[in-house]
């Protein structure tokens, strides 16, 4: 999902150098894209180190990064707790993966541009089709070109209160406003129909039909993919893969569909679908009115991407020869992409550069240590020994917290959160992450979270003499909670919580007491 398009329409990445000069932390995954260091792709160690810096100051949670030029990656890093090996939920991301398989499916004859849509789901189209629903075709959705208005859109429910209309059937009965392909408007319900057109057509689901012809050639581990009510891929949002998966499905788009010598997808397809299909646009500065492909994006610099709310990125610049990923939790997904023009696409030379290896290690050592920001303060407070271990009853609340409980140690601490009668054990380390293990646990209600996310890493500190904040990032994820505590003179407590990419709607301060277990 684009953030700008989000509330609107409810929704919500020579030879390998020598081991020892590699500048990069390579991930434990088989097959991986062969490592080098910068310079040898004529990039400067520096000049990405500056880069990472400009990112950290400017954007307040990048997770990761992975740079690949002339097919090698040259730079990457993880923001601990996020990891090489841990996938990461994509939003509007997806919908590049289901385009590929739309492409695919043409390939085979299984589909056309051309296909109408009431034509491969009748029996879920109204009884009479209205003239612009009849000229609404695969192309129309690969577009955003449906013909549907805001207000039209505004309509569709990803969870109909009708049980008995599938999703694909609540989209064909939405009014179309317009003819398509006269009406730019981002739609990933669309997304979710072509989902539902690939399964249609091939009888198999996205992941399942993308195993051979793509994931498996690609040496991607089997991804997980949420699924409606219906069975079927979201399509627009809900696939799970690591920065280095990005990386090597945007390298096979660098290359026209080719891989390591087979062609994956029809070059015909690749051109079209990172082309300019539909003008979306007319600012010169922002990168959503460059034009838009088949689920892809134009970059207003040059080349072409697939993002995805919150600051997923799998850039790619053929004009040099480069491929940038990128996972992060932010709301300026323009900000992470600006960092990008000024910082590090005037640092792509030609020709190899002298190799400088004080500077190769300074960006070595400076990948390696990245961190996502912790909270700052002291281990301990004068109130320590009086509330840990205490019970606090919370007033009713919009994270439907009953009661929490803060036990504080020497080096890690836990926080005990009793929600809807169920205990959840949080663990939180001082001046680094404590990875646990969330089980079942939706930490703030409401906020959606990927298929069977577990991991997270917690931290927390006193960061004055009366308030503690927990930390807490789910790393297969953009979300980071903070959890602050106020310990009041009467004993009371004062708890707020707060959720990162909430777009801004605070969640209100509510007031515990202490209490007996």
């Given at each position: ?365 400076r990948l390696a240590g990245l961190q996502m920001a912790r909270p700052r303060g ?109 310990f009041l003179n009467d004993g009371s407590l004062e708890f707020t919580p707060r ?19």
């Amino acid at each position: 999902m684009h953030s700008s398009k989000f509330t609107s329409h409810r929704e919500r990445f020579l030879a390998i150098l020598s081991v020892s000069f590699s500048l990069v932390v390579g991930p434990a995954s088989a097959n991986p894209l062969p490592r080098s260091a910068p310079e040898a792709q004529g990039v400067s160690s520096a000049a990405i180190a500056q880069f990472v810096n400009s990112l950290e100051s400017h954007i307040d949670a990048p997770h990761s990064i992975m740079v690949v030029r002339h097919g090698h990656v040259i730079a990457e890093g993880w923001w601990a707790p996020y990891a090489a090996d841990a996938p990461h939920v994509f939003f509007s991301l997806s919908k590049s993966f289901t385009s590929t398989a739309v492409g695919l499916a043409i390939a085979e004859g299984k589909l056309s541009l051309d296909d109408r849509i009431i034509d491969l789901f009748p029996s879920e189209a109204p009884a009479s089709p209205s003239s612009n629903l009849q000229q609404m075709r695969i192309r129309s959705l690969l577009s955003m070109n449906t013909g549907h208005h805001d207000d039209d859109l505004a309509k569709f429910e990803w969870m109909p209160a009708d049980s008995d209309r599938t999703l694909v059937g609540s989209f064909l009965n939405l009014p179309v406003a317009h003819k398509p392909g006269t009406h730019f408007l981002y739609n990933t319900p669309a997304s979710y129909v072509l989902a539902a057109a690939v399964q249609k057509v091939t009888g198999e689901g996205l992941v399942d039909y993308l195993m051979p012809r793509l994931f498996t050639p690609l040496n991607i581990a089997r991804p997980h993919w949420d699924q409606s009510r219906d069975g079927v891929a979201l399509g627009g949002f809900g696939m799970r893969a690591t920065t280095e998966d990005i990386a090597k499905f945007g390298q096979l788009y660098l290359q026209q569909g080719e891989w390591q010598g087979r062609r994956l997808i029809p070059a015909d397809y690749v051109h079209a679908a990172t082309s300019k299909q539909t003008s979306n646009g007319s600012n010169p500065d922002s990168d959503w009115d460059q034009g838009y492909g088949f689920q892809f994006w134009r970059n207003k610099t040059s080349g072409f991407r697939g993002d995805g709310l919150f600051g997923q990125f799998c850039i790619v610049l053929p004009e040099h020869d480069a491929v940038i990923a990128m996972t992060s939790g932010t709301l300026d997904m323009g900000g992470v992409m600006n960092q990008i023009w000024e910082h590090l696409l005037p640092t792509f030379g030609p020709l190899p550069l002298p190799e400088k290896s004080t500077a190769a290690e300074a960006l070595r050592s400076r990948l390696a240590g990245l961190q996502m920001a912790r909270p700052r303060g002291v281990m301990f407070s004068t109130r320590t020994n009086s509330i840990t271990s205490q019970r606090f009853t919370l007033t009713p609340n919009t994270v439907e917290f009953d009661a929490v409980t803060l036990q504080l140690g020497a080096d890690s601490s836990q926080l005990i959160v009793e929600q809807k009668g169920t205990r959840h054990t949080l663990s939180l380390g001082f001046n680094q992450w404590e990875d646990f293990d969330t089980g079942a646990f939706n930490l703030i209600d409401g906020v959606p979270m990927p298929h069977a996310t577990q991991r997270a890493g917690g931290s927390g500190a006193w960061t004055d003499d009366s308030t503690y904040l927990a930390r807490v990032v789910l790393p297969e994820t953009p979300y980071v909670f903070d959890l602050k505590f106020v310990f009041l003179n009467d004993g009371s407590l004062e708890f707020t919580p707060r959720l990162n990419v909430n777009r801004g709607n605070a969640y209100p301060t509510v007031v515990g007491t202490p209490s007996k277990r």
